[in-house]
């Protein structure tokens, strides 16, 4: 069965202070990570999506990257406004339609 | 990108009492997915909704407790059904859109 777990659960930083979250997942034949990012009582918010092992993408202060047994995603001198939830997903195996697995996210809080 | 409207966008209900949540995507997409977010939890599917044909279900959700409607390629609904206190949750539709997945901004479903 297809699992995703990251951590931090939760993660308090001080604006400015560089940091990296963490997916691990166990899938059979990955097709695609996907990062989110969802604010209080919002839906998720799609960042990236990375599908092969050394892949990185950035956006803003954002940079995703992937190996063959986890993701982080490094956030480069943050601001208060990066303050949210950030969620890994992998779609289920051939099969398993189009379905994702999310991980249980990481709450970022950004400080002045 | 696909855009997402989703109706409502919170609502408290009295108990053993229905709640109808609607999307709308402004393109025609084969699949819709509807997730349920428990409160401090991440997104576990409910259920993945193809048009002309009926619903599936995720191990542990059924379609007397959430019946889905998908009358065209652009429109969705899901029904919580004979509500309790603990359905309360954020209920979100989903599409395969560009290179991952857009979600409805969330239906925040309170039930006292």
């Known amino acids: 069965e297809d699992q995703v777990t990251q951590s931090p659960e939760a993660l308090r930083l001080q604006e400015g202070e560089s940091s990296s979250l963490n997916c691990s997942y166990t899938v059979s034949g990955l097709r695609g990570l996907f990062w989110y990012r969802q604010d209080p009582g919002k839906g998720p918010e799609f960042l990236f999506t990375?599908?092969?092992a050394g892949e990185e993408k950035e956006k803003e202060r954002l940079k995703a990257t992937l190996t063959k047994k986890e993701s982080f995603l490094h956030i480069t001198a943050p601001k208060p406004e990066d303050s949210a939830t950030y969620l890994c997903?992998?779609?289920?195996?051939?099969?398993?339609?189009?379905?994702?697995?999310f991980g249980t996210g990481t709450q970022l809080k950004v400080e002045l | 990108s696909a855009v997402i409207s989703q109706k409502p966008s919170r609502d408290i209900c009295q108990r053993g009492t229905s709640l109808t949540i609607q999307c709308q995507v402004d393109s025609q997409v084969t699949m819709m997915f509807w997730y349920r977010q428990q409160p401090g939890q991440s997104l576990t599917l409910i259920a993945t909704?193809?048009?002309?044909?009926?619903?599936?279900?995720e191990s542990g959700f059924v379609i007397d407790k959430f019946p889905i409607s998908r009358p065209n390629l652009t429109f969705s609904t899901l029904t919580v059904s004979n509500m309790s206190p603990e359905d309360s949750s954020i209920y979100l539709c989903s599409v395969v859109s560009g290179d991952g997945y857009t979600f409805g901004s969330g239906t925040r479903l309170t039930v006292v």
């Open positions: 990375l599908y092969s």
């Open positions: 909704a193809n048009q002309g044909s009926e619903a599936t279900y």
């Open positions: 997903a992998v779609p289920q195996a051939p099969g398993g339609g189009n379905k994702l697995t």
